[in-house]
């Protein structure tokens, strides 16, 4: 096939999310650890470029230092649902990186739930949303969150959605700098692992909280400075296993205030809540 008839790059948005609260509620006979938690969509995104190919074959242009393309999620996401549709089309694929690596934002997840979808609608799958959701889960707890692709109420560990309305404003996000590994947060021996189960039904945000923090700030102090200098502003906690922790503000404004004020050392950045996943439409219900 010369250059001129190649089909051309089509750029998907990846977005990331935050975990409003993240409470440990029990653990499964395997070892994972049952959670409950709101998940959040924001407007920051990775974004992931993908041209179909017509020989089968999955390709990624520009891995990610330290990431060997095989283990690519959007590679690996690519090539579970070859695999799951019996698809016989390829992709090449190039990922815009923006969201920050183990940060508790979900990037890696987002991007390969982004792959699901939008080849979904490239290769004519035409596969139902929970069948999606179902492969996603094989690639990692977090997936299934970004193809359900709304705001939700999250159970078991990642799998059990219902969708929730939450406060639309601003986030203040800020990344402490350091890389916070989720096994050694899961492994901890002071993790609180038996926090009572709560209702979907009209959750107090203030009266949550995230049961990884505790153990994150014990092992890396960056994370509790940056957490202590946003709650000087508002009420602030981690996301996820962390490193990122965030606080809500009402408005652009306020949130740009806080940043403005943010020592030159520490990374950060304001983001919009979003209701609906840009790709939502991209699988049937
Ligand atoms: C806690 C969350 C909340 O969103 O953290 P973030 O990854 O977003 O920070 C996720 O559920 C993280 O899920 P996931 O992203 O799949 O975790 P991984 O890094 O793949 O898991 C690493 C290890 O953590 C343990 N693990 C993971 C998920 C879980 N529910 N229970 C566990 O015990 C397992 O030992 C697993 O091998
Ligand atoms: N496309 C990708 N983007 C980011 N991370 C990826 C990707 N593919 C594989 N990974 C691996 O997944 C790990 C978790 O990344 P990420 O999802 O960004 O963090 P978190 O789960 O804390 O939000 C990374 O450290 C990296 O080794």
């Known amino acids: 096939m010369s250059n001129s008839r190649l089909p051309a790059w089509q750029a998907f948005p990846a977005p990331a999310k935050l975990n409003l609260f993240l409470h440990i509620v029990g653990r ?7 959670l409950q938690s709101v998940f959040q969509l924001i407007d920051i995104a990775d974004t992931i470029e993908l041209r179909v190919r017509a020989d089968g074959e999955v ?14 999620l959007t590679v690996r996401a690519a090539r579970l649902l070859q695999a799951e549709a019996g698809c016989g089309l390829g992709v090449d694929i190039r990922v815009e990186k923006r969201l ?20 979904n609608r ?3 799958l035409d596969l139902a949303r929970t069948r ?12 299934p969150f970004f193809v359900f ?11 059990i959605m219902t969708p929730v309305t939450t406060p639309e404003g601003w986030f203040v996000v800020l990344h402490p700098g350091v890389h916070v590994p989720t096994p050694a ?3 901890a021996a002071d993790l609180v692992r038996d926090t009572p189960l709560i209702s979907p039904d009209g959750i107090d945000y203030a009266a ?30 981690m996301t996820g296993s962390g490193a990122c922790v965030f606080a809500f503000t009402a408005s652009q404004t306020e949130s740009a205030c806080v940043l403005s004020r943010l020592p030159d050392a520490t990374a950060g950045f304001q983001a919009a809540t979003i209701a609906q996943h840009p790709l939502y439409g991209f699988a049937s219900d």
């Not at 153990?215 to 602030?236: I, K, N, S, Y």
């Open 28 to 34: 499964r006979t395997d070892g994972y650890h049952l």
């Open 59 to 72: 390709v990624l242009h520009n891995p990610i230092p330290g990431v060997p393309a095989d283990s690519d």
């Open 100 to 119: 920050p690596m183990g940060g508790g934002l979900g990037g890696g997840s987002s991007d390969a739930a982004t792959v699901l979808l939008a080849l």
């Open 122 to 124: 490239l290769w004519h």
């Open 132 to 143: 999606l959701m179902e492969i996603g889960l094989k690639l990692g707890a977090d997936v």
């Open 149 to 159: 692709g709304r705001n939700a109420f999250v159970e078991g560990i990642g799998e």
């Open 185 to 187: 947060i899961f492994g």
């Open 208 to 237: 949550t909280h995230n049961d990884m923090e505790p153990v994150a700030c014990r092992l890396f102090p960056e994370v509790a400075a940056a957490r202590d200098w946003l709650a000087q502003f508002a009420p602030a906690r």
